[in-house]
């Protein structure tokens, strides 16, 4: 069964589900109040609070007052100056209570940086932004730059099924805060938990170009808008063209309601508008960033993997050890073996890249 198992949604697990529960998403969106106040909020001091009672339902904001957010702001700003590299470029991942078990996806993602080549120091630049406290708590064991991003009265710290109204809610809560980011100027490296980091990125990524996006399936040609975008894995560059194109992308949700930003993004790649706003998207060759529907087959080229097209957390984790697995054994071959194209990935073995080959097809 299905489970919270991908905070970010845009692993292309839930196509089956959503064709379910659209009609329900649907009468929700109509039925609820069009206008959703978010507030982005840091915790209370953690260690004023013994982390063994985090409260599991989180309290609502009932009053926003605004000195208050502007010292949250603040906060803010003063983790991405902390964590930013050269160019104000910063590497988020986003990170819910299901994804911060110890063994987890998280534990995962940051034990490939660890096994990448070069890609050990990218973990300074790395923030883990939180979805609840469960997770925050979990992240200030285990990396230095963590924010929390609550959403008012909405509690991501239990599983949260992908039909609720709050699974919706994080996802928008999500790009919203993203475009809050390229606001305070700063570049970022967006990267789901999910996704191993073998190489570093960087070098792969065109100066010239303000939106870059990973694929499930990759056409060859990344200027063909019919490639099939992936939104676990992007680089944008903070100018007033992404701004721009992220507040469309997030009042589109409204055209669209039901739908999470994934498939919100399918319908307005080609909108008139985004030739207008002159934001320039280039796609991102599965060469190196693959995943499970469409995998780097070159271990020479290969920078990261993401575990999309997989159903259930159990398998995504299965999986990601053994691209781990199989990835340390490829470092570990001596450098004239390295250089024969004859290694390849043991995954899918639970998550299945058949199955979600069609049934994660986005249109
Ligand atoms: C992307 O757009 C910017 C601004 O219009 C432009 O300077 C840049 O050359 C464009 N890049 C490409 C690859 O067209
Ligand atoms: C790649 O796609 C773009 C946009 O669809 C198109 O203009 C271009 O001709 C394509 N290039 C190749 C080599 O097919
Ligand atoms: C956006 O455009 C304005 C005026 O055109 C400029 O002053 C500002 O620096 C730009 N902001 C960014 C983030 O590029
Ligand atoms: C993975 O699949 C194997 C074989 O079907 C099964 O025995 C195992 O329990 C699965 N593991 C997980 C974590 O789902
Ligand atoms: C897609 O999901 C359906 C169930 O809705 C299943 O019967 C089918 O086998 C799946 N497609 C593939 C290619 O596995």
């Given amino acids: 069964m299905v489970t919270a198992a991908d905070p970010s949604g845009e692993g292309g697990d839930f196509f089956e589900l959503r064709r379910l529960v659209n009609p329900i998403l649907l009468l929700i969106a109509v039925t609820l109040p069009c206008a959703i106040l978010y507030q982005v909020l840091s915790p209370v001091d953690p260690t004023a609070s013994s982390l063994g009672f985090l409260p599991t339902v989180v309290p609502a904001v009932n009053s926003i007052d605004l000195a208050h957010l502007e010292g949250e702001d603040a906060r803010l700003e003063r983790v991405l100056r902390e964590a930013a590299m050269e160019h104000k470029t910063i590497i988020l991942t986003t990170l819910n209570a299901a994804w911060s078990s110890p ?12 096994t990448g080549e070069g890609t050990r120091r990218l973990l300074d630049h790395l923030v883990i932004v939180t979805l609840d406290m469960k997770a925050y708590a979990r992240c200030l064991s285990i990396h230095t730059h963590c924010f929390v991003l609550l959403t008012e009265g909405v509690d991501f710290s239990e599983q949260k099924d992908f039909l609720t109204d709050g699974y919706l809610k994080m996802m928008w809560r999500r790009i919203d805060f993203l475009r ?20 570093n990125p960087l070098p792969h990524f065109r100066q010239d170009v303000d939106f870059q996006i990973a694929c499930d399936h990759f056409t060859g040609n990344s200027s063909d808008i019919g490639n099939r975008p992936n939104g676990g894995f992007k680089y944008v560059k903070s100018n007033n063209r992404t701004i721009e194109f992220y507040k469309f992308w997030y009042y589109s949700r409204e055209m669209y309601p039901g739908y999470h930003d994934q498939d919100v993004l399918n319908f307005i790649k080609q909108d008139p508008f985004i030739t207008e706003i002159g934001i320039n998207i280039s796609f991102l060759s599965t060469d190196y960033f693959g995943g499970i529907c469409e995998p780097s087959r070159d271990f020479r080229k290969v920078c990261t ?9 159990p398998s995504k984790v299965n999986d990601l050890r053994v691209m781990i697995d199989d990835w340390r054994k490829y470092r570990s071959l001596a450098p004239e073996a390295k250089q024969l194209d004859d290694y390849s990935w043991r995954v899918p073995q639970n998550c299945s890249a058949s199955f979600s080959r069609k049934n994660s097809t986005r249109e």
């Fill in 103 to 114: 063994g987890s996806v998280i534990d995962l993602y940051i034990e490939s940086f660890r």
């Fill in 305 to 313: 993997m993401h575990a999309n097209c997989c159903i259930g957390l």
């Fill in 180 to 199: 809050v980011v390229l606001e305070k100027g700063y570049n970022f490296i967006f990267s789901d938990a999910d996704i191993m980091w073998f190489r």
